[in-house]
Each structure stands twice: as C-alpha cells, then as structure tokens.
C-alpha cells in the first residue's frame, strides 16, 4: 500500500524565511504537528512541535521575529513512498520520530506521515480484521 493513502497530501509547507508564528499558524489550520521547510521546491528540513517547545520557547525566542530555517531540524530525515507501513512504523519508533517526509526520487516533497496517521490506519485494519472474525464465529452452520 503507498503511504500516500494515509499520509498529508498535500503536505503542510512553509518557506525558511516564514516566522515560526507562521509555521504554527499552518500547522494549526492543517491539524498537524510538523510542516516540511520547503524552498525552490526541495526540502530543507523539517518544523514540529517538538522544535517550537526545545528550541523556541525554550530559548525565549520571539515567534514573531524567529526565523523557521534557524530552528527547523536539518537534514530531515525522510522516507520514500516505496517505504512499507510497517518499516515506517518501525523506525519511527527506534528514532522517536514522529514525522517524515516522504519525498520523490528528485528529493521533492510529496506527502507527510505522521505516526498518527500509521496508527489510526492500524486501528482501522485491526477493528475491521475484529468484525470479521466476529461474524465468521457468529454464524451458526452452513449458510448462516
């Protein structure tokens, strides 16, 4: 299955020279917590919540006047849609990552998955999985 299916498409995206005020302002109306920094149509790095909190607030940084690309994370580590579910559970989960990029063979940004996303997904596999277990045991011979 392509992570298309689950990830941002669309992804969120702001441009280095965005504030962070701005940066937060997309992730607020998109509902996400990362955007991809994007300039002249490649992928710079990436802006989560995790670097507004370490690396603005923290620091006692002005959102207004601070600058994405000094605080984005760069390189962002990225993924490819070749990349299975599972593979990108998995190292999400040994990177405590909870956000890639997934970018084309040109190193565009295509998509963003977030780990929510993988897991809504899961627990929408798994609860269908649960129905039809549950109606296969619930029928009472041949023919239902």
């Given amino acids: 299955m392509s992570l298309h299916k689950i990830a941002q498409v669309p992804p969120p995206v702001v441009g280095s020279g965005a504030s962070v005020l701005e940066a937060v302002e997309v992730m607020a109306e998109r509902g996400v917590g990362a955007v991809g920094v994007v300039d002249a149509g490649a992928l710079h790095g990436i802006f989560t919540e995790r670097d507004v909190m370490l690396r603005v607030v923290l620091k006692q940084r002005d959102p207004t006047t601070t600058k ?55 627990v929408d596999e798994l609860a269908r999985e649960l129905h039809s277990l549950d109606q296969y045991l619930s029928n009472d011979g041949p023919g239902g």
């Fill in 68 to 122: 994405v690309g000094e605080v984005m994370t760069s390189p962002a580590e990225t993924i490819d849609d070749d990349t299975t579910e599972e593979n990108a559970l998995v190292h999400m989960l040994e990177r405590h990552v909870r956000h890639f990029p997934i970018v084309a063979k040109d190193g565009s940004l295509k998509a963003m998955l977030s780990i929510r996303n993988v897991l809504e997904h899961r």
